[in-house]
């Protein structure tokens, strides 16, 4: 099979949706099929790359760590001719998604798309950030959905809200995957010696992006609670970002900053052995859809301390492989940190975390998507445009215009209509008051 992918990120980007095509790409290869990844063109990223495609990208988009795609209308028609793809695979609702969606009307290709994000969360990149871009961004992945023959969401929660949105209901769940041998194997102690951490520290975890929408503030409030109350606990950060400088505020203002490690951000085994170097995985961000890091980090055997939300209510049992909190209750969080510190309390909850791990293994989850491809192409027949001549093949992207332009409208119409649900006066039969009112002369 020929998977043509389309993504926003890639490497060098660290993140869960590069890592998560990433590992896609990786195991389809493995398992003997081709894939040709199309992505930004990027500093730094791998100079013998044979299977990607590059477009040109706006680095750096606003301060934040994404690059924005600039696709050239019939840039990528040779390489994907020349690919000859049996499916198209998008990432992304926009950008990049937009010139999948045209790609897949063009040739007559099955396209599938993985809902790997809650963009509502992300809109503060965007200049302008309000409820009504939150509405936007909502609508845009939403309205997206109907272009798509299948959708994958990464979690039953995700699922759900996307079923709750009207999204298309072609939904099916599919995990993305982590390499749980890999991420067993670590050498944790190399890594404290180099921190400076005591061997017999107890030491809590984190690791991610450090942004805005992952909720690092509450987090760090309730980590130096704990640190307060256990003097021989130490809390260890992987990753960079803007918020790293208040998290060290806050943790100075608590008087326990010598306890504060920050690595910067890791790849490959140094990640691995910081999750080796951990004894407890501290997460609250509401903005996932699966949590990846959750996964690794049970991979490596660690107990997960989390706050209920989408997609990580489904790795996180309370009491089984950690403790699910119910919301944003520091004290609580603190506590169940400083009962872990106990190796009697954390020892069941690693055998659990190992277990859940062993669902989410890549092998796994690539089988899982594999077979969401092999539906939508039985569904869909043996047609392509792939081979047209050459007015076919005009009409065939005039078609895919088409369908573009029609998208467009439907989400204006609905953003529109979302609008006027949330303006209109109180007086309107439907309004915003149960009281009906008489309106203004």
């Not at 299977?51 to 988009?61: E, L, N």
């Not at 871009?133 to 969401?153: G, S």
């Not at 043996?382 to 215009?401: M, Y």
Request: some cysteine; proline content about 6%; overall charge negative.
């Amino acid at each position: 099979m020929n998977v043509l992918m389309f993504t926003n990120t890639y490497l060098p980007i660290v993140g869960g949706v590069s890592e998560s095509v990433q590992r896609l790409k990786r195991q389809l290869q493995a398992a003997g099929h081709r894939v040709l990844v199309v992505a930004p063109r990027l500093a730094g990223q791998p100079a013998d790359e044979t299977d990607v495609v590059r477009v040109a990208a706006v680095q750096h988009f606003n301060g934040s760590d994404f690059s924005l795609p600039v696709p050239i209308p019939g840039q990528l028609f040779d390489a994907i001719e020349a690919f000859e793809p049996d499916l198209v695979h998008a990432h992304h609702p926009f950008l990049l998604g937009d010139t999948a969606a045209r790609a897949a009307e063009t040739y007559g290709l099955p396209l599938v798309f993985t809902h790997h994000t809650l963009y509502e969360h992300y809109t503060h990149y965007v200049p302008g950030d309000s409820p009504r871009m939150q509405r936007f961004a909502i609508a845009l992945a939403t309205q997206y959905t109907w272009l798509c023959d299948e959708v994958i969401a990464p979690s039953e929660s995700i699922r759900e809200l996307l079923v709750a949105r009207d999204a298309n209901p072609a939904i099916r769940v599919v995990p993305s995957g982590v390499d749980t041998t890999r991420f067993a194997l670590g050498n944790g102690e190399d890594c404290r010696r180099r921190l400076g951490i005591p061997a017999g520290a107890y030491v809590i975890g984190h690791l991610g992006r450090l942004a805005r929408e992952k909720n690092l503030i509450f987090l760090a409030e309730a980590v130096t609670r704990a640190l307060v109350a256990l003097p021989r606990a130490h809390f260890l950060v992987v990753g960079d970002g803007d918020a790293a400088m208040r998290m060290q505020a806050i943790a100075e203002a608590a008087g326990v900053a010598g306890r504060l490690h920050f690595t910067g951000r890791l790849e490959g085994q140094g990640l691995i052995d910081a999750y080796h170097a951990m004894d407890v995985f501290a997460f609250a961000s509401h903005s996932e859809t699966q949590g990846m890091v959750v996964a690794e980090a049970m991979a490596a055997g660690l107990p997960v301390v989390a706050v209920r939300a989408p997609g990580v209510v489904e790795v996180v049992e309370d009491g089984e492989n950690g403790r699910l909190l119910a919301g944003d209750d520091a004290p609580a969080m603190a506590s169940a940190l400083v009962e872990l510190a106990e190796p009697a309390h954390r020892r069941p909850l690693r055998e659990g975390a190992l277990a859940t791990a062993a669902a989410f293994d890549e092998r796994l989850c690539a089988e899982r998507c594999l077979a969401v491809y092999r539906d939508v192409i039985a569904r869909g027949g043996p047609f392509t445009h792939a081979d047209d001549g050459g007015w076919d093949r005009v009409r065939g992207r005039l078609g895919a215009e088409w369908q573009m332009l029609c998208y467009r409208g439907r989400l204006l119409r609905h953003l529109v209509q979302e609008e006027w649900e949330q303006e209109r006066p109180s007086w309107w039969p439907g309004g915003r008051h149960d009281e009906p009112e008489l309106p203004p002369k």
